[in-house]
Nanobody, 120 residues
Framework: QVQLVESGGGLVQAGDSLRLSCAAS????????MGWFRQAPGKGREFVAA????????DYADSVKGRFTISRDNAKNTGYLQMNSLKPEDTAIYYC?????????????WGQGTQVTVSS
């Protein structure tokens, strides 16, 4: 059973940076693509970024392209989301997800989420 645990969220000011981590267990992490999603209050969950199993391919939502960077360290069974130039509209619960296939939509395994709040 794949288990994912996010960490690194917090309260920051606009323009600041945060790095989220997603620690995986119960699986061969390198066999799974990873995605990051977010859900703001009163809104649906939206795709943020994804990375292939090897880390050689990445995909970003237009709203975060150029500001966020997804990466992974398969030796540490951990994925990351580096968030720079944060904006108040980035405020949301951020979730990591894993699946054998990379996509913007379909992931079988999810973490519990970590809150990111950006003040203006």
């Amino acid at each position: 059973q794949v288990q994912l645990v996010e960490s690194g969220g917090g309260l920051v000011q606009a323009g600041d940076s945060l790095r989220l981590s997603c620690a995986a267990s119960g699986c061969s992490f390198s066999s799974y693509a990873m995605g990051w999603f977010r859900q703001a209050p009163g809104k649906g969950r939206e795709f943020v970024a994804a990375i292939t199993r090897s880390g050689g391919g990445t995909d970003y939502a237009d709203s975060v392209k150029g500001r966020f960077t997804i990466s992974r360290d398969n030796a540490k069974n951990t994925g990351y989301l580096q968030m720079n130039s944060l904006k108040p509209e980035d405020t949301a619960i951020y979730y990591c997800a894993a699946d054998p296939l990379v996509s913007r939509h379909s992931y079988n395994y999810w973490g519990q989420g970590t809150q990111v709040t950006v003040s203006s």
